[in-house]
């Protein structure tokens, strides 16, 4: 059995950096977790070192062992971390959903056209493509632009619970519906409305599949600095190969080289300097002028 690759110190130093996993460069506010998720383009919102990726949980923490505590209601990071996803919501400045395999994400406005071509379902494809339930909860929302869940389950008629989250969670994940806002008093529940609403220039933008998938691999080597086989598939949610055909675009172009089937690295040079980063020496501009001097 071939011996899996293995990501080295340098890189792991490098995503550190990125993803905010130094103590240095948490996150606190909203508007630093609005900074990360433009910086780095996409994260995930509540996973933890056990899965790769960036994590808003993770530069909440700002530790690159950060592990998600069974209990996590009493957790001060897991209830930041909850309360910016709030906060950032109600904000509107950044794309929040569950998307693919129903992974909840944030997503950078300049990512959205590529994770739609991809994953969106355009209006002509709705009748075809989503099922009866998620059909009748977005002819509300067409109606009435946002709603509560309580209302919306009334007035779709998708009452049952389980068939509901189902038909929402389509939603989400065609691009089409997202959350606007939590009201927790008098009781919680989330307002939903049309992600076309809130991002409408991203979300009516076309490119092709070849174009979003080079592109999103772009945007998550830059973040990475390497990718080992199946890592960039796993983050993202792309069939794998689907993801190959991203980082080998990438090759194409002279951004990033392959030392292995189906290992990607960041080219020396100008992909260097777009990440903000060398990823040769494992240290930021900043820090080479500091050290330097």
């Keep these: 059995m071939t011996p899996r690759p293995q990501i080295s110190a340098e890189i792991e130093d490098y995503r550190d950096e990125r993803w905010r996993r130094e103590g240095t460069r948490q996150v606190e506010t909203a508007l630093d977790a609005e900074r990360f998720i433009e910086q780095i383009g996409f994260a995930a919102c ?7 990726g960036p994590s ?5 923490c700002g530790r690159r062992d950060a592990v998600m505590p069974r209990n996590v209601q009493k957790d001060p990071e897991a209830s ?4 910016l996803k709030d906060e950032i919501l109600r904000r509107g400045k950044v794309y ?8 909840a994400m944030f997503l950078a406005p300049r990512m959205i056209p590529y994770f739609h071509a991809i994953w969106g379902v355009r209006r002509s494809e709705e009748q075809r493509r989503l099922s009866r ?6 002819r509300v929302l067409r109606k009435e632009w946002e709603t509560s869940t309580a209302d919306l389950r009334d ?46 220039q991203a979300l009516l933008r076309r490119v092709s599949r070849e174009t979003a998938l080079r592109e999103i691999a772009r945007c998550f080597l830059a973040g990475a600095g390497m990718t080992i086989p199946g890592e960039m598939a796993r983050v993202t949610g792309l069939p ?30 100008r992909a260097v300097q777009e990440a ?18």
């Design 240 to 269: 794998r190969p689907e993801a190959g055909r991203g980082n080998r675009a990438l090759v194409a172009e002279g951004y990033a080289t392959m030392s292995s089937p189906g290992v990607y690295r960041l080219a020396a040079g």
């Design 46 to 52: 509540l996973t933890d070192s056990r899965r790769p």
């Design 133 to 138: 339930n998620a059909q009748a909860i977005l």
């Design 155 to 200: 007035e779709s008629g998708v009452k049952e619970r389980a068939a509901f989250i189902k038909g929402v969670g389509e939603l989400q994940a065609a691009m089409i519906v997202v959350p606007s806002e939590v009201v927790y008093q008098p009781k919680f529940t989330y307002i939903w409305t049309l992600g076309v609403g809130r991002f409408p």
């Design 96 to 103: 929040y959903a569950k998307l693919a395999r129903g992974k």
């Design 56 to 60: 808003l949980y993770v530069a909440v």
């Design 276 to 293: 903000g980063f060398d990823v040769n020496s494992g240290v930021t501009p900043d820090r080479r002028n500091s050290i330097a001097s």
């Design 80 to 83: 930041l971390t909850w309360a």
